[in-house]
């Protein structure tokens, strides 16, 4: 069943997803060679408890972190560990925050020092998926119509889109209908209404689009060893457009990136 929003439940929905985008901003700050995943993990739930949040995943069907870290040919749900980051790494994380009884979910993959020029386009190009998928988040389409937006974008630029894993509508529960897949057919699926809330996040390979899990039971990775990349917002569908929840702006800061 999907769940419409009032506009003050919206507005939690905001907070809960700002406060999703600061923690990322405090992570942003850190990611450099050398850098233990663990420690960014530590430094996103400081910053949620101290704020009056819950870490969404921790402890979410036995998740044991606060922050999905993926790193390289890692498409999501990487457990944070003791490896330190190297120069050339790209590294998707994913943070969730349930705060006001409302959950706030999204992700961003960045760059460890200088990667190589076909993965900073994969970045680049998962990113502009993001927002294709959003422009069609309006009243009176449907969810096809975002899905196949961000399946046009990719597959146009070579890149092979993960099937088995979609976005999501959000809410009261971290997983709510409707599913949103990043590939399929314009005018199929759910109607898009307003007071939906979405987690739209293309999760994009710079191979082929198969993936396998790796026997912790979480870390998800591309079948050929390529990278693959990740970003996620939450969108709100207010007077017939899409309206972002979440924020880049803190990351953007925190990497010197002039918008």
Not at 112 to 117: F, N
Not at 120 to 138: H, P
Not at 188 to 193: A, C, M, S, V
Request: charged fraction near 25%; proline fraction near 5%.
């Amino acid at each position: 069943m999907i769940y419409l929003k009032t506009r003050e439940e919206i507005e939690l929905m905001r907070e809960s997803a700002l406060m999703v985008s600061r923690a990322l901003g405090i992570v942003a700050r850190e990611i450099k060679p050398g850098v233990i995943p663990k420690q960014l993990d530590k430094l996103a739930e400081q910053y949620i408890r101290d704020n009056g949040g819950v870490p969404a995943f921790k402890g979410y069907r036995g998740f044991p972190a606060t922050l999905c870290i993926s790193i390289n040919q890692a498409v999501v749900h990487g457990i944070p560990g003791d490896k330190p980051l190297k120069e050339g790494d790209i590294i998707s994380v994913d943070c969730g925050v349930k705060k006001n009884g409302y959950y706030g979910d999204h992700a961003f993959s960045f760059a460890v020092g200088e990667i190589k020029p076909e993965v900073r386009k994969l970045l680049q190009i998962t990113k502009e998926c993001l927002y294709k998928g959003i422009e069609q988040a309006i009243s009176g389409n449907r969810i096809g119509d975002i899905s196949y937006a961000i399946q046009q974008h990719a597959e146009s630029n070579g890149y092979g889109v993960v099937r088995e894993l979609v976005g999501h509508g959000l809410g009261k529960s971290l997983h709510e209908d409707p599913e949103v897949p990043n590939y399929g057919k314009r005018g199929d699926g759910p109607k898009l209404k307003d007071g939906m809330v979405l987690a739209i996040e293309p999760m994009i390979n710079l191979g082929k689009k198969n993936i396998k899990q790796l026997e912790d039971g979480w870390t998800i990775i591309t079948a050929d060893g390529l990278p693959s990349a990740h970003f996620e917002h939450d969108v709100a569908i207010i007077d017939g457009k899409p309206e972002i929840l979440s924020s880049f702006a803190y990351i953007e800061e925190a990497l010197g990136v002039k918008n």
